[in-house]
């Protein structure tokens, strides 16, 4: 492609983003294909010859579009957010053509700099502790990851490195190898999953605590497995408290794990990968208490912050325990700033990694953070109004308490059987799916099967959630033949 025909070819794209965007409403939210439709658009194998843009370009739509689950859509309530924006999405256009591959400062300068001034820019939007700060000195500052589940994976493997390297200096006789296999370390039972896959990459022995009635992990429950462990000869290193686990958004108690770990010299990260963004407000500053005992923390701008994926920003209170932890350093990519500047290559598991400070930059500057902040207010006020709808109707329940962005419901019987209440949730679940307007996302915690909306998402509306609702009540009172109490 020559630069004249970039420029028309990117126009047209352009132009067909926008369009998308504003035609959103039209699509259904959900395709309907199965697995291996996309084999029969496409040929076995790849042109020999170059193909022109014009016929690329029209098989967008025929192939692409045909299949693409809309999550931009209003009638996308699953999972949590993935935000996106126009500044997001132009930040992300600049960083493909610059193309840096930022592993080192002496790779690419400014993706450095940049994202050591967007972290510190976020932790002052966010009040995290001035730990996490860079502010030129460290040993505290930021990172951009590409996903919370690198943010862990990441904390878990320094803190195994950090105690093991402590306990050889203890115990000079002991190998790598035997201090390595009595490590242990903790999370709740409902923490996402991405922290139980941290424990099996690091090979760190990782338990799942109870959360109590509230989705909150305790204390006591900590402390309990941590004496056990002691009794048997293990060696807590690690714990990884959520804040907005991704089944109900509860809050783990930091008020009460934080001393714990502080007094057990253990690791405390928190992965706040969707409530993250909450911070920026005022008002949800209250459930960062606790933040001040934490050794590193995690949300994904690329949630609910409008900076379109992938985008996850993770702080080490001392940076140099995730540095000695991964640092090796082959001739190929010293530099002579070494020592003076951040490699960030040192503070994550890959060597290369994206520009990907641009889109925050972008985003921070073209929306603002009373922007970001209107945007996470209209997410609550949306789970609120949902949260309403559901409360009016005294055949559901609502199952956890609607703190941001989430609503927790199910369909409730007098017989008090569960397993007739979850085959029936899950009928509710199954019809709303088929319909095929809507796209939400079930749980299940403590043995209940539940429905779960999220809001917030860029398109989301209260009106969208009425006609979600709707949805929702033809689906009831065909199972159950009854109309709204
Ligand atoms: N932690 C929580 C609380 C989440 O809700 C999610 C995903 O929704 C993750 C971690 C995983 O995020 P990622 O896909 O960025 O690894």
Redesign the pocket.
Known sequence: LQHDDFRSAAHALVDRIIDYYGTLAERQTFPNVKPGFMRTLLPGQAPEEAENWPQVFSDVEKVIMKGSTHWNSAGFLA??PCGTSYPALLGDLLSGAANPIGFSWASSPACTELETVMMDWLAKALNLPEFYLHNGIGPGGGVIEG????A?LMTLSSARSKAIRTQLSLHPNQTHHDIAKRLVAYSSNL??S?VEKAGKIALVHLKLLDADKDGSLRGETLLAAIEIDKKNGKIPIYVCA?L???ACCTFDDLTEVGPICEKEGMWLHV?A??AGSALLCPEFQYIRKGLEFTTSFNF?P??WMMVNY?C?ALWFKNSSHAVNALNVDPIYLQHEEMGSAIDYMHWQIGLGRRFRAIKIWFVLRMVGLEGLRSHVRRGVAEAKHLEGLVKKDSRYEILFPVTLGLVCFRLKIETFDEEKTNELNRKVYEAIHADRRFFITPASVGGKFFIRIATGHVNCSTAKLDECWNVIQDVTENLLGSSPH
């Open positions: 999972f949590f996903l919370a589940s690198e862990t923490s996402n991405s959520s907005g686990t991704t992965d990968a969707y994904n690329h949630k992938d996850s």
